[in-house]
């Protein structure tokens, strides 16, 4: 019984995020990168230094993103848009 309290709270659990997470049609993540401030071994699309986030605001999110094969990871804001301009762009 306790087995099937525990995958169904799981399943509970992962509607519950995936409804959170659902954006409007035609919305996507966009992201502007902080100049000057690299990852310092965050993975990529995770969290970044404390730094990153303090400049990005509180609306939004700090990520690791790669903006190119030539430039190390580093900490961009993330946003949620209907499109992204040349500041705000998809990580590779």
């Known amino acids: 019984m306790s087995q099937f309290l525990t ?3 799981l399943l509970l659990i992962t509607s519950l995020i995936s409804v ?3 954006h409007v049609d035609g919305d996507e ?3 502007r990168v902080v100049p000057n401030v690299p990852c310092e ?3 990529l699309g995770k969290s ?3 730094e990153c986030v303090k400049l990005c605001g509180r609306s939004t999110l700090g990520v690791c993103v790669r903006p190119d094969f030539e430039h190390p990871p580093m900490c961009a804001c993330s946003f949620v848009m209907k499109n ?5 762009h998809r990580p590779c």
Do not use: E, V
């Open 7 to 9: 995958i169904y709270c």
């Open 41 to 43: 071994g965050a993975a």
């Open 29 to 31: 993540a966009c992201y």
């Open 84 to 88: 992204c301009s040349d500041l705000f």
């Open 20 to 22: 959170n997470y659902r």
């Open 48 to 50: 970044c230094l404390p």
